[in-house]
C-alpha cells in the first residue's frame, strides 16, 4: 500500500512540474471543438493550430482575432497565474519486526575450545616489592 501510495504521489508531484492540472482534462473537449472550427474556418492543420494557441504565433492569433478571446480563455494548459505548492509526505510505519540474525548451523564451528590466557601479574615474582635479604 506504501508503494502504490508513493507511485501516486509522484505522478501527482509530475504533473504539477509540468503545470497541468486535473482541470485541464476537463477542458480537452473544448480543445477539440475550437480545433474543429479553426480547421473549418482557416483550413488550420493541427500543427498550425498547436502553434497559434501555444507557440510563436500565439500574440500575432491573438491580436488579429479578439472576437475569439472567450474560447482561447477555455482552453486547456492556458494558465495565466501559477501556484507553487509544497507537498511534504511523511510515512510512519509502526509495525516493524525485528528479525533476529541466525547463523546457520552449516557455518557453525563445533569444535571451539576456550583457553584462559589471563594470568595474575601477582603471582609472578618481578613485581613483588624488595625484601630484605
Do not use: W
Request: with cysteine; proline share 4%.
Amino acid at each position: 500500500m506504501q508503494k502504490i501510495a508513493t507511485a501516486i504521489l509522484s505522478v501527482f508531484i509530475l504533473a504539477q512540474s509540468f503545470n497541468v492540472s486535473f482541470g485541464d482534462f476537463l477542458h480537452i473537449d473544448d480543445l477539440i471543438a475550437h480545433y474543429e472550427y479553426h480547421q473549418e474556418t482557416f483550413g488550420d492543420t493541427i500543427i498550425t493550430f498547436i502553434d497559434k494557441h501555444y507557440g510563436e504565433l500565439k500574440s500575432e492569433h491573438n491580436r488579429e482575432h479578439q472576437e475569439e478571446r472567450e474560447d482561447h480563455e477555455k482552453l486547456p494548459f492556458e494558465h495565466q497565474h501559477s501556484c507553487v505548492h509544497s507537498v511534504v509526505a511523511f510515512f510512519n510505519q509502526n509495525d516493524l519486526e525485528v528479525i533476529p540474525k541466525i547463523i546457520p548451523a552449516d557455518q557453525v564451528s563445533s569444535n571451539f575450545e576456550y583457553h584462559n590466557s589471563y594470568s595474575h601479574a601477582v603471582d609472578s615474582s618481578i613485581f613483588q616489592p624488595p625484601k630484605n635479604a
